[in-house]
C-alpha cells in the first residue's frame, strides 16, 4: 500500500485520545494515550498500564511500539501522545521511539485541549541518542 502524502495529525490524535480511555492508572490517575502511524496507513494504539510495583509500569508510547513490534510491524510515519498538559514522552520512551522510528514526526497533545497539537520530528527528542547497536550475530 502506498503511503499517505499527508499526515492526519487530528486522527492520529484522536485515535491516542480514544486509546487513552483504555488506560490503567489506579496509583497516579494519570492516564496516557498513544497512537503510531505505520508507513501502510495503519493506526497501533496503546496506553500506559501501572503497577504497584511502580517499575513494572508501562507508558502508552511503549506499549504501542511494542505492540506494534511483536506484531511484526517496524516501519513507521508518525506517532501521537495524549495526555492531561500535554507533556512529551520520558526518557525511555524516547530512546526507543528514536531506535524505532528515528524518522517519524511526534504530536503531542493536552487531552484536555486535543485541537492544540504540538510537532517534534523524533530524531530531533533526544541528543546524542544510544543508537550504535552492534548486529545480532548468527
Sequence with gaps: MPKPKRIN???????ALEAQRRAVAPYSRFKVGAALLTDSG??????????????????????????????????????AVVSPGGVTPCGACRQLLIEYATDA????????????????RVRDLLPAAFTNIPPVLP
Design 105 to 120: 514526526v511526534l504530536f503531542v497533545a493536552d487531552s484536555r485541549k486535543p485541537d492544540t497539537i504540538r510537532r517534534f
Design 9 to 15: 495529525s487530528k486522527a492520529l490524535v484522536a485515535a
Design 42 to 79: 495503519e493506526i497501533i494504539t496503546g496506553a500506559n498500564v501501572e503497577s504497584a510495583s511502580y517499575g513494572l509500569s508501562c507508558c502508552a508510547e511503549r506499549v504501542a511500539i511494542f505492540k506494534a513490534l511483536t506484531d511484526g510491524v517496524t516501519d513507521f510515519r508518525a506517532a
